[in-house]
């Protein structure tokens, strides 16, 4: 299956790292010489996606700035014979960039929402930055492979990983139906953060998404939860009595940047796996 259009819903305050974000968005903390962010774009172009959105807050402009080619810069690089680094911001000329602005927080549904004029595939992926994949294929890639494993017709895919059981109330849960392999099965139910007496199975969704141009239909017209927010994984629920959803458990290792005590230690797994 081919997919053009990837959006990454970064408006997020991380407040969780504060005071540093009071100036620095989350998405550009280091993670070796390059930011958090580098490696979910980076993971959208080795799908073949090109036609990237960011969906950001006023303050974050850096985020889009970081890709944006300078001029100065590329001749500076040249100048100076550093060529390496020269090419290695090359790549990013490939993509398409485009941005729009979450005004307020009010859940990942409506960060979306914010994105739907700009959506004009049939299916369209999406990847929250607090979520990496380390492996062969990544947790996208992953995605589409198994769309290309299931009927052809107009379905969704969420990324799983099974997790302890006592951290069910911190994940949206999948409650598995049918297997169509050992890694896909298809959903008959979604629990956002049930306890974990109350958890159908110990599949936690990890912060990837294929999702149909549909979705964003339903999306204005779930119901806001207790906290005031619009959720993609309500928008889902109620598609589940005419839309297939799989549950696809992904391989290799997922890191998790979303907290502080996740973001060092993700800083410590990728310099071990690039050998520092």
């Known amino acids: 299956m081919k997919i053009t259009q990837a959006i990454l819903p970064v408006a997020g305050l991380g407040t969780r790292f504060l005071p540093w974000t009071k100036v620095v968005p989350k998405e550009l903390l280091p993670m070796g010489n390059r930011p958090i962010i580098s490696y979910i774009v980076d993971e959208c172009l080795e799908a073949g996606i090109k036609d990237i959105c960011f969906v950001i807050n006023h303050g974050k402009?850096?985020?889009?700035?970081?890709?944006?080619?300078?001029?100065?810069?590329?001749?500076?690089?040249?100048?100076?014979?550093?060529?390496?680094?020269?090419?290695?911001?090359?790549?990013?000329?490939?993509?398409n960039f485009h941005v729009v602005?979450?005004?307020?927080?009010?859940?990942?549904?409506?960060?979306?929402?914010?994105?739907?004029?700009?959506?004009?595939?049939?299916?369209?992926?999406?990847?929250?930055?607090?979520?990496?994949?380390?492996?062969a294929d990544s947790g996208i890639r992953q995605?589409?492979?198994a769309a290309?494993?299931?009927?052809?017709?107009?379905?969704?895919?969420?990324?799983?990983?099974?997790?302890?059981?006592?951290?069910?109330?911190?994940?949206?849960?999948?409650?598995?139906a049918d297997n169509i392999n050992k890694n896909i099965r298809r959903v008959q139910g979604l629990v956002e953060k049930p306890d974990p007496s109350?958890?159908?199975?110990?599949?936690?969704?990890?912060?990837?998404?294929?999702?149909?141009?549909?979705?964003?239909?339903?999306?204005?017209?779930?119901?806001?939860?207790?906290?005031?927010?619009?959720?993609?994984?309500?928008?889902?629920?109620?598609?589940?009595?005419?839309?297939?959803?799989?549950?696809?458990?992904c391989e290799g290792k997922r890191i998790d940047t979303g907290t502080p005590e996740g973001y060092l230690k993700a800083v410590e797994m990728l310099g071990i796996l690039d050998g520092e």
């Open 143 to 145: 995605l589409i492979n």
């Open 61 to 95: 402009e850096s985020i889009p700035a970081y890709f944006r080619e300078n001029a100065r810069l590329n001749e500076e690089l040249r100048e100076r014979g550093k060529l390496s680094l020269l090419n290695s911001l090359k790549k990013y000329r490939k993509a």
């Open 101 to 135: 602005y979450q005004e307020e927080m009010l859940g990942d549904g409506h960060a979306l929402l914010q994105a739907k004029s700009w959506v004009n595939s049939p299916m369209i992926a999406v990847l929250f930055g607090d979520d990496l994949f380390v492996g």
């Open 198 to 249: 109350k958890a159908p199975s110990t599949l936690g969704i990890v912060g990837r998404y294929l999702i149909p141009r549909s979705t964003f239909d339903v999306l204005p017209r779930v119901q806001m939860g207790k906290d005031g927010e619009i959720r993609l994984i309500d928008a889902l629920i109620a598609q589940l009595k005419k839309l297939p959803i799989y549950a696809v458990e």
């Open 148 to 176: 290309g494993k299931v009927p052809k017709k107009e379905s969704a895919f969420i990324a799983t990983e099974n997790i302890p059981r006592e951290m069910t109330r911190r994940y949206g849960i999948i409650d598995p």
